[in-house]
């Protein structure tokens, strides 16, 4: 391409960059282009070394001369490097590489023939690889071996890149991701499958990757509540567990859903532990346009909802005989609260949310929720390859907390869960050898009201949620920083917890009238293990750990829930079809036809 | 044997330099058994193992007798999985990945890619050196100066790859998703799992006799196969978690596996009945198994916890070696071919040692922190 011919693309992408109204916006979402203009605006102004920030600084025309400084350094500092550079370097390089002098242009390309472009071991790392690869394959084509970093030829990359992308989609669109949910790694699935959208080449690609964003942000969207992403989640960073519009999926739902109404990177309260990346530049320049059905599912909040679907264990290489066992998950929404959960066990090392209620507040810290602080080598055994008796020690290395007795993300096979809308038995069975015998609660402090009733609940109050908590066991009180740790120390353990609303409650009072009519029964628990509750609302709920969970007399069978369920979302495992319905709108996935069809 | 100069051993306390064309060497007493090291001032290493000293006055003026002794180079593949000074997002992370040293192990060269997970590597009869990295199969055909990935998508987590002794083309993988093998170099894998229940394999092992006889360590015991990988049985071993499988450099018959939790077992008929050979009741978990190339019947062990053992009578009894090993856990273990008193130790977290004296004793050698996952020699 010529100077004239680049200048003239490059002008291009530019106004279809800033300027997309020009070209059409869909409906409702008006207020979108204002928040990424925004967004583009506040990113180009920090100061932040990564390719994002460099993108935004040339889109907004501001700090060239630093964005080329910091460009040039991203390429020539070879410390830098892996999946996480790869995508982004080509990305920034396929969006800016008309305005970028040939010099650095070069060092791009030349980082994909000399640096440690690691593929990682995790879903998240490879989605990112092998998005770099593919895109970076696509644009430096007929390359031979020697061209390339891993020494293969731009048609071997870009094979095996294809390849990989094609089953990932497959699996994730018909029996789930294994890094489900994430409030965290959120941005690095969205982030390249965006990538992905705005420059493969090949149509049908391209379209999987519009599918696949549409997927991604549907299914945050019937979790989500204000910028919380609601619920059990495979893998989150304490910080973001007890603090949830801290994650980094905040900032998504910000620019996409309208929601939190804040500007989160300005609240410190909030603030997006993740916000230096700003990998949601991508979403701000990207062409990708959310569908106006996602946007709706995202923020109506007029009527309950229970929502359940199916997703996967990442892969078991240890010390299993299935690769991917299911993963079920229950999320009950209101337009106050959502309680939502996952069945419990290892589903995830190291980093899983089991359940929790999160409320709408406009404090930090607006969720409750208990675990069982488990680790063991042999749990990380599972889904890594090294010595089991070394892995904990290693993981704790990266993590901080993975063997800490105080850690407020586990995965235990001593915690299993039972729902029902918004009533929830949690149950422990906690083995003599466990490393943590006990279990805690995460209470936030600036709750409005935390009574102990004389009946055995403990009431809480947030603003227009209410939570009733009936410990099995006896417990104590540990205050820390921002919240008070609620602990019980018994071993064969559990808590009831029925969560309500000044909508369906009245009063704070008038709920606490309703729930101390009745209590669980738990009569022998420590040899039977079982526990039965009547709900408020009438509904009988019977659950054994390791046994049956029955409702109003029925046996719950969670392998018969669907990949998605709810008013919002719907669709069967393995059948590749994902339908989106809101009101007499219905928007749905084919993934066996590649198509879209509304 | 020709061209070997001869001295007198011991050699005088106070070493003499001793000039060869530019090398300037000094003979070190490390062994009691009538070897020598000889130490030039541009790193090369004489391989004098088997060299007989016989003269002092040769180096008393300062003269060797053509003294290239042994021609053979030996070079040492050092694999570093990771480093305790590694940090998310740090930008001066330790460099790790694969390392090689033709001295003996008192230099370390790095090659290849500075952030790769690197398990282990060899090189085959050929001179190709094969990888076996958390991203896949690495194959090199000039030294380690280029790379290739070998292996695509579906083949990861690759924990050892074994070259054919006979038919360098051939090679297997060991992988967290089962045995993978090529005949081509590396151009084609195919997956050879047919047989195991559980895929998670440590080790694969060729016997050096026949080609077709294979041996995997996996989650669930030892697997035999006869066909080159096409059918795996298991074998009575009562030994799960296999970590490792060698075959004993002195008798083709015997072969040796070291385990998570049941310690040490072998073979004494190819494979087909195994024993324990524990090494006593507090360090079960064996994660490598090296010879004395030179004396039949010395055998070491790398231990969780434990450091080194040592048996000198075939595995009946064992003795811990760990005189200046500051790390316990010890994942490699390689005992020179040329002077078996020169023994590495790789550990998990603390890097590598060296001892000279057959492991009585042992020195920090490099990588601090380090995890030095695999150590071989060719």
Redesign the interface.
Known sequence: MGLVGAMKRSSVILCLILFPALFGVSQGQSSFEQRRLRLIDVISGERDKGFFTVTAKFLAGKDKEFALQMLDSLTT??????MFYSYAAIGCYLTLHDQLPDSLNRKIRQAFRDR?M????TENH?VMY?TGIYLAAQTWPNED??QW????SSEENFE?AE??LN?WIKITSTTGQGEFDSPTYFITFITPVLTLYEFAKDPVMKRKAQMMADLIFADFAVEHLKGNYCGGHSRDYPEDIINPLAAPAALWAWLYFGEPKLELWQETRFRPRHRGGWETVIGAISSYRLPDIIFQIATDRSKPYVHTETKRVRNV???G?EKNPPVFKYTYMTSHYALGSLQGGILQPIQQHTWDVTYVSDKPNNTIFTLHPFYSGKELAMFF??????LA??VD??HKIYTNPNKWNSSSPYEQTFQHRNAIVILYSIGKDAMHPHIDGFFPKNLDERVEDTSGWIFCRAGATYVAFYPLKPYQWIEEDVNWRWRSKELKNGVVVEVGSLDEDGSFEQFKQRITKGKPEFKGFDKKLTVQYETRSGHHMKFTFNGERILNGKQVKLTDYRFFNGPFLQGDRRSGVIKMTYKDKVRALDFNTVSIKE | MMNQAQFTYPPPPNLLPVKEGKNVFRVCPSSQEGRAELFSTEGVVKHAARCVVTSCLALMVGVIFDAHLFAQQETIYMSV??S?KHR?G????PTVGLFVSTDAGLTWRHKG?????AFYTESGPDGTIWSAC???VH?STDGGA????TT??EI??V?KVKVNPVNPATVYAA???GIFKTTDSGETWQEKNAGF????T?DVVIDRTNGSLLFAGT?EGIYRSTDGGNRWLPVDAKAK?V?TVVQDPHRTQIFWAGT?DDGVVVSRDAGKTWKSANLGPQHL?V?TIAFDPAVSGVVYAGT??GGVYRSLNDGRTWKQCTQGLNNM?V?SLLVMPSNPRIILAGT??GGLYRSTDGGDHWVFNSQEEGQVWGLSVR
């Open positions: 500092d070879e410390s830098i490097g892996g440690t690691y593929r990682g071991d490879w092998y071996r020697s970093f891993n020494g293969k095996e390849g990989w089953q290489i240890r010390f005989l390859p090294e010595e089991q008796k070394f020690d290693e290395r990266y | 999985l990771n305790r998310l740090a930008l001066d992370n890619w500075e952030y790769t997970r958390g991203n896949g194959r280029t790379w290739r990935i695509g998508w990861t987590e924990l992988t967290g998703y229940r559980k895929a998670f440590s989650e978690g970590r998570d978990t994660y969780h916890g856990v994942h998990l977290n």
